[in-house]
T-cell receptor
Framework: ETGVTQTPRHLVMGMTNKKSLKCEQH?????MYWYKQSAKKPLELMFV???????ENNSVPSRFSPECPNSSHLFLHLHTLQPEDSALYLC?????????????FGPGTRLTVL | QKEVEQNSGPLSVPEGAIASLNCTYS??????FFWYRQYSGKSPELIMF????GDKEDGRFTAQLNKASQYVSLLIRDSQPSDSATYLC???????????FGSGTKLNVKP
């Protein structure tokens, strides 16, 4: 496996379900990110982890809960979501969390909340 | 006020022409600027980054930055149908804490 991988690629869940999104990077990077991409809206940065510590929480509702057990893995735990949470959730990584680092994106998880 | 603004398009250009994509940003202290390409149903991929005023060229792509005008652009020379995608402008804030993306400009290159 190379680059940034995400599973599952597609997820349909009810509002009462609990599910988790998984991201894994094979690039030796120190920073990982969760983004939300809704139709016709800019990418929204949700969470930033640097060296496994959360350094940014962009006013995201508590029904989204991130977890970074090590520098290669990032999870997004979902519970009691709303239909408006349906979107493409993208994971990205970069060498470090500084200005000039390129972010590499995973393929995304297409989430539908019924 | 949006942090990063782009014209949503679509911008249509004929094959072989120059495509010009524009982006403005609100934080005058922003330090670095990125252009990503996103094909439909795919994730963004970096095309170029720039952090000094002026032009930066890479193959058919040229990024132009004017910090005084808070303006960054991407020129694509000899446009190909395979360049048809949505182009996202991204800007890192002055404290390097946040990465703001524009909504993207959809480019159509017609054969």
């Amino acid at each position: 496996e190379t680059g940034v991988t995400q599973t599952p690629r597609h997820l349909v869940m009810g509002m009462t379900n609990k599910k988790s999104l998984k991201c894994e990077q094979h690039l030796g990077h120190n920073a990982m990110y969760w983004y939300k991409q809704s139709a016709k809206k800019p990418l929204e940065l949700m969470f930033v982890y640097s060296l496994e510590e959360r350094v940014e929480n962009n006013s995201v509702p508590s029904r989204f809960s991130p977890e970074c057990p090590n520098s290669s893995h990032l999870f997004l735990h979902l519970h009691t979501l709303q239909p408006e949470d349906s979107a493409l959730y993208l994971c990205a990584s970069s060498q470090d969390r500084d200005s000039y680092n390129e972010q590499f994106f995973g393929p995304g998880t297409r989430l539908t909340v019924l | 006020q949006k942090e990063v603004e782009q014209n949503s398009g679509p911008l249509s250009v004929p094959e072989g022409a120059i495509a010009s994509l524009n982006c403005t940003y609100s934080d005058r202290g922003s330090q670095s600027f990125f252009w990503y390409r996103q094909y439909s149903g795919k994730s963004p991929e970096l095309i170029m980054f720039i952090y000094s005023n002026g032009d930066k060229e890479d193959g058919r792509f040229t990024a132009q930055l004017n910090k005084a005008s808070q303006y960054v652009s991407l020129l694509i020379r000899d446009s190909q149908p395979s360049d048809s995608a949505t182009y996202l402008c991204a800007v890192n804030d002055r404290n390097f804490n946040k990465f703001y993306f524009g909504s993207g400009t959809k480019l159509n290159v017609k054969p």
